[in-house]
């Protein structure tokens, strides 16, 4: 049991890539933890660290079944969901689920325990966006009936959930709407560009560039993510924060990066470009630096040459 003064976080989805950061932040600062997760998409690789610490306990459980905690919890971190395109292409009925029941589960977990709860969001609220870069008071262009639409749709339905849980039972809820983050404990084959293209790079296979490659992403590092979200937790600001770095480039420039960096030298193939990947997407933080004081610290470079280490280890 923790101490009186001990603050408790649960955090769904917590063998997942991020939320396992998340957990090492919280310990670090001082918290217990509670994690659960199903392993669908989460590991458990990302978590055996924490066998045996005392201030981390873990539940296997799918979050869209009704959660029972036995002890106080005073921070609810909603993290659940296939988070690649990938996955949530080839599980869209639990990506849905947990977007809406799994959402549902949780704040009511929060409510009941008067806790504090954070949502995360994601950049593919804003869909194809039609406006550039993405400010937080943008609607977004989102295609419900298209293959992305179980993911997107979901997390928009997991935010509306969120506001009327805050607006109609008061629950002292966050919203952050993460940006493709990468770092350690990716799963070298969740199809994401950054271990995708890695990957090809080190094991000398061509890069697999979907389109022209004239598609944008802005990359932001784990670490840097993670802060972002620790400042919003303790902050009293309800409305949606973008959190990423808003360092722009075209998939092509990341692939030729990629190759630079490694010194591979493997070729660059084209295929095709899958239904409704958005054409540019580059994160406004301005709400971020004004109400979190938050900004990336870390810089490409260096960001990408530990991952490109992490994903040494694990071929
Ligand atoms: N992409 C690519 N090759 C790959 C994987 C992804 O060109 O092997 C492209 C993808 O079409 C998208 C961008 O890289 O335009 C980022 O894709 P990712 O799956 O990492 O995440 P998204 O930002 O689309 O959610």
């Known amino acids: 049991m923790s101490?009186?003064?001990?603050?408790?976080?649960?955090?769904?989805?917590?063998?997942?890539?991020?939320?396992?950061?998340?957990?090492?932040?919280?310990?670090?600062?001082?918290?217990?933890?509670?994690?659960?997760?199903n392993f669908i998409t989460g590991s458990l690789a990302n978590i055996e660290h924490l066998s045996g610490n005392?201030?981390?306990?873990?539940?296997?459980?799918?979050?869209?079944?009704?959660?029972?905690?036995?002890?106080?919890?005073?921070f609810v971190f909603h993290f659940a969901s296939p988070a690649?395109?990938?996955?949530?292409?080839?599980?869209?009925?639990?990506?849905?689920?947990?977007?809406?029941?799994g959402t549902h589960n949780a704040l009511g977990l929060a409510k009941a325990k008067k806790a504090r709860f954070l949502l995360a969001s994601t950049s593919e609220c804003y869909g194809d966006p039609l406006i550039h870069p993405q400010t937080e008071d943008y609607w977004g262009n989102v295609n419900p009936i298209g293959p992305r639409g179980v993911y997107d749709e979901a997390k928009r339905f997991a935010e509306a959930m969120t506001m009327a849980y805050h607006r109609y039972h008061n629950v002292d809820t966050k919203i952050v709407r993460i940006f493709n983050t990468y770092g350690p404990r990716m799963r070298l084959r969740d199809g994401r560009v950054v271990p995708a293209f890695i990957g090809q790079a080190l094991t000398g296979q061509p890069l697999t560039i979907f389109g022209d490659g004239s598609q944008t992403r802005s990359f932001c590092y784990v670490s840097d993510l993670i802060d972002g979200i620790y400042r919003l937790a303790l902050s009293d600001f309800h409305?949606?924060?973008?959190?990423?770095?808003?360092?722009?480039?075209?998939?092509r420039q990341f692939a030729e990066e990629i190759l630079r960096i490694t010194g591979s030298h493997?070729?660059?193939?084209?295929?095709?470009?899958?239904?409704?990947?958005?054409?540019v997407r580059q994160p406004n933080i301005t709400r971020a630096r004004k109400v979190l004081g938050w900004e990336p610290k870390v810089a490409f470079e260096d960001g990408i040459a530990?991952?490109?280490?992490?994903?040494r280890t694990r071929i």
Not at 306 to 311: A, E, G, K, Q, S
């Open 239 to 251: 409305e949606p924060v973008n959190i990423g770095n808003p360092r722009e480039m075209t998939i």
């Open 84 to 101: 690649s395109p990938i996955d949530y292409l080839e599980h869209p009925i639990p990506t849905l689920k947990v977007g809406s029941l």
């Open 306 to 311: 530990t991952t490109i280490d992490y994903f």
């Open 266 to 279: 493997s070729q660059i193939e084209t295929h095709p470009l899958p239904v409704d990947d958005p054409k």
């Open 3 to 37: 101490t009186s003064s001990q603050k408790t976080a649960l955090v769904t989805g917590g063998a997942g890539f991020l939320a396992s950061h998340l957990t090492d932040r919280l310990l670090s600062e001082g918290f217990r933890v509670i994690g659960i997760d």
């Open 54 to 74: 005392e201030n981390y306990r873990f539940i296997k459980q799918d979050v869209t079944q009704y959660l029972f905690v036995n002890e106080p919890v005073d």
